[in-house]
């Protein structure tokens, strides 16, 4: 069974993907697993290729630093060819209102004086990921549950119109994982594309700099330690990020912490503790350019190899190549 997840280089990982995704990728993905950096999907919206190429670079090594295998890592665009050659294919299987009515696109394109074509045919480019290696699973959470439900739709059309073609993929809800929030602004959600960095924790932050971003992190007047999201949602959030760190519930890393400065202090140290492998790993492998380069270039290789059949039974099917 192949489960596959991607992470979108529309900045610099952070803590929340880390401890929300990347970690239970890299422990609990099994061998049939796949893992991709989504470089096309980061060009829905205006974006610097200098800045995308480097983010690419930097998030796979970050999938690699946080302990997934090398082999069960690539990179979107490597195997762009196959990938919009499917999209093509599967945007002529599918209808104008089906995309046009995707929540997510009609939250992005809202009041945007332009719309670039890609963000609406972007899920289409998305079943095409999941489709190309016969993906069965797909962990999303859900604001990307109608795009997997999009996918299935595609595949069982093309299965009964052309021939038996696609594995009919599933969305599944991920295992809890940590939601962790903006450390400055509790009530939203911490973004890698968030325009102030202030309450960002980056997985590659030096030490320093965590502890600083974690002393200047939004509370309460309260002064209470205690886990209440509702009423206290700054406080709450460090002691999730706390919980995620140590294993333990947050209602129990709460008990012996009897003020904000320790309670910052204390979750500070916990992260920068739970980071530090990840950095060293992460950072030996972006100075080290010909290592990574030979790791991208095996993973694009096994990925065009896997998706090489299926592309041919597709195209051929379809009348076409
Ligand atoms: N704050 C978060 N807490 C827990 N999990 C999170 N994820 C993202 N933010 C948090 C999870 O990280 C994985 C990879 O995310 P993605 O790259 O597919 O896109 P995203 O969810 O849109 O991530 P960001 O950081 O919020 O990026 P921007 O700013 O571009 O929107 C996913 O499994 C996601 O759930």
């Not at 016969?134 to 962990?139: L, M, T, Y």
């Not at 030979?294 to 597709?314: K, M």
């Amino acid at each position: 069974m192949t489960r596959l997840s991607g992470a979108t280089p529309s900045g610099r990982a952070q803590l929340g993907n880390y401890l929300g995704a990347i970690r239970q990728w890299a422990r609990e993905g099994t061998d049939d697993d796949l893992y991709f950096v989504s470089d096309m999907h980061a060009m829905t919206t205006a974006y610097n290729p200098q800045r995308l190429r480097a983010l690419s670079r930097e998030m796979l090594a970050v999938l690699l630093g946080s302990g997934i295998k090398p082999e069960r890592v690539f990179v979107q665009s490597d195997i762009a060819s196959q990938l919009t050659a499917l999209t093509w294919v599967l945007e002529c299987t599918c209808t104008f209102g089906e995309v046009a009515r995707m929540i997510q696109f009609k939250e992005k394109s809202a009041g945007a004086k332009t719309v670039r074509l890609g963000l609406l045919t972007y899920p289409v480019l998305m079943a095409a990921d999941i489709l190309l290696p016969g993906a069965d699973e797909v962990p999303v959470g859900e604001d990307q549950a109608q795009h997997v439900e999009l996918a299935r739709a595609l595949a069982r059309r093309f299965n009964s119109t052309y021939g038996e073609a696609f594995v009919v993929p599933k969305a599944v809800t991920p295992k809890v994982a940590a939601r962790i929030r903006d450390l400055a602004a509790p009530e939203r959600k911490m973004a890698k594309s968030a325009r102030d960095e202030a309450g960002v924790v980056f997985v590659l932050d030096a030490p320093d700099m965590i502890r600083r971003k974690f002393r200047r992190a939004v509370t309460d007047g309260f002064e209470r330690v205690e886990y209440r999201p509702d009423e206290q949602p700054g406080v709450a959030n460090m002691l999730e990020i706390l919980s995620a760190c140590t294993g333990q519930p947050p209602q129990d890393v709460a008990d012996g912490i009897d003020s904000y400065r320790v309670l910052k202090e204390t979750t500070a140290d916990a992260v920068i503790e739970e980071l530090r492998a990840v950095r060293n790993r992460t950072e030996d492998l972006l100075a080290d350019p010909a290592e990574l380069d030979r790791i991208r270039a095996t993973g694009a290789e096994r990925a065009a190899e896997r998706g090489h059949h299926r592309l041919a039974a597709v195209t051929r099917l379809a009348g076409i190549g």
